[in-house]
């Protein structure tokens, strides 16, 4: 991805699309293509989530909020106070005093003057009314931007241009004081490429129903239409207003994260308790009960062979590396009380940070800066110590329907008073390779008798198979009559 903001709306398409065949072909909107690790997933935002961003992004636009997740550059917050400069000089040369009357258009303008004109009457007589009045002192005064940048084009070798721009910065700083901020801005920017209040609103369509006008397809699309740097600027404060809008869904537990995986370096998945419901939504339909303890920790041995294998890709593959990021290696934090380690693996974008009482987290490479490099040797004895302390936040339990779901689902819905996930559980093999946690045929049950329930999962029975299963210390063998298939969807709370 370059910085040209519109490559955003191509990947946000690929993103979606790559997600939809996963969902439909594999039922997981995360496998096909693997668009998480290319990382295409951040610029899905053709979603719910991204439409209440941009209602709420445009709402603070069109009321100019000094609220705004980006702060207005120098070059495009002078370029705009020169145009509200400009518009307001020019209605000041055309009254006799009232300078209001002649902010709109007159019947002589042209379509495009007439929209234009309007636009900046609205503009500056509405949420911009307190930096209107002051600029027209300033031009009163004399200090007028504009004035100043025509003097500097015009008159470069008879001007003292270093004058002119600290006059320049002062007029900047006054008026970010009275209102110039940068939804002003992307109001003027919005307006260029066709994006007004009006067409933000809602539609109704012939059946009634209300519908957005600008969908968020639309206005990555109408910000095509803006030079380089104003696309740049203008997604990225998109972006921003959509992660936010995701980080309120995160925190009022109704985002979506579609199907999320419990993995840790110890899983327990305690025998099940079984429910069979009645009546006409499920009749005869068994729902299981699990309980299921993770164990997100790391233990130094694994934490050593992912930095070994880290380095060996590091030495071989030609990916550069950002080189404001930390390197990959073991760190230790010792502003605390007690010592605290971890493990680095630069990805370029992002790193892939390591634990003892969390396993895998991924930041960005701003992240971490507090952080001291240390040897292999030193992080392995703190490494050591937070392992043996076995601290509580390191182990999470939760609890898991399974079986028959969906005949029950809309009574589990309305029953539970959190939102459920879909997820997978995955239990690690008896000798993880390093780095790959991967599915596990075996699901493993912990009996009253401290043994263990073990049920393989080779192949799809069939008909007439012969079987045999170990459960609970014996052994129990013969011929399948009967094949019932269990819908595989499981709910999270």
């Known amino acids: ?82 145009l509200i400069d400009a518009h307001l000089s020019e209605a000041l040369e055309e009254s006799d005093g009232e300078w209001k009357d002649n902010l709109g258009s007159f019947e002589d303008d042209k379509i495009s003057s007439q929209t234009y004109y309007d636009m900046m009457q609205s503009l500056l007589l509405g949420p911009c009314k307190r930096l209107a009045k002051e600029r027209v002192k300033a031009i009163e005064d004399g200090r007028s931007v504009a004035k100043y940048l025509t003097s500097v084009e ?86 921003k207003s959509y992660e936010k809008e995701i980080e309120r869904a995160r925190r009022k537990e109704y985002y979506d994260i579609g199907i999320r995986t419990l993995t840790g370096r110890k899983v327990t998945i305690h025998k099940p308790r079984s429910f069979c419901f009645r009546g006409q939504d499920g009749p005869n339909e068994r729902v299981l009960f699990y309980k299921v303890d993770v164990d997100k920790g790391c233990d130094s041995a694994t934490a050593i062979a992912l930095y070994n294998e880290a380095v060996q890709k590091e030495a071989s593959s030609n990916v550069t590396i950002d080189a404001n990021a930390q390197s990959t290696g073991f760190y230790i934090n010792d502003q605390f009380m007690r010592k605290e380690a971890y493990l680095i693996i630069n990805q370029g974008r992002n790193s892939a940070v390591y634990s003892p009482d969390k396993g895998k987290e991924i ?47 809309n009574k589990v819905l309305i029953s539970s008073s959190h939102r459920p996930d879909i997820i997978r559980v995955v239990t690690p093999q008896s000798t993880p390779a390093p780095g790959n946690v991967g599915m596990d045929d075996v699901l493993v049950l912990p009996s009253s008798e401290g043994t263990a329930d073990t049920y393989q999962n080779d192949k799809t029975p069939a008909v007439g198979d012969k079987v045999a299963y170990e459960i609970g210390g014996v052994i129990l063998r013969g011929v399948i009559t009967e094949v019932c298939l269990l819908i595989l969807c499981a709910f999270c709370f």
């Open 154 to 239: 015009t008159e470069a070798d008879a001007v003292d241009t270093e004058d002119i721009k600290q006059k320049i910065e002062e007029e900047l700083s006054a008026a970010k004081q009275v209102g110039l901020n940068f939804n002003v801005i992307c109001h003027i920017w919005l307006f260029d490429v066709g994006v007004t209040k009006k067409l933000s609103g809602m539609e109704v369509l012939d059946d009634g129903k209300q519908k957005q006008f600008l969908g968020v397809a639309r206005f990555l699309n109408r910000c095509l239409g803006m030079s380089l740097p104003k696309q740049e600027l203008m997604i990225t404060h998109f972006i």
């Open 1 to 82: 991805m370059s910085d040209v903001g519109g490559e955003k709306r191509f990947a946000s398409a690929v993103a979606k699309r790559l997600a939809l065949l996963g969902a439909l072909t594999q039922g997981d909107r995360r496998s096909t293509g693997q668009s998480n690790a290319l990382g295409l997933d951040v610029f899905d935002v053709e979603n719910t989530f991204g439409s209440r961003a941009l209602k709420e992004m445009l709402k603070l636009v069109w009321k100019c909020s000094n609220t705004s997740l980006t702060e207005a550059n120098g070059p495009q917050a002078i370029h705009t106070l020169k």
């Open 363 to 409: 930041f960005t490479n701003k992240w971490g800066s507090s952080l001291t490099q240390c040897n292999q040797h030193e992080a392995v004895e703190v490494w050591n110590e937070q392992i043996q302390l076995d601290n509580p936040r390191r182990h999470e339990t939760t609890y898991v329907l399974a079986g028959d779901i969906v005949p029950v689902l």
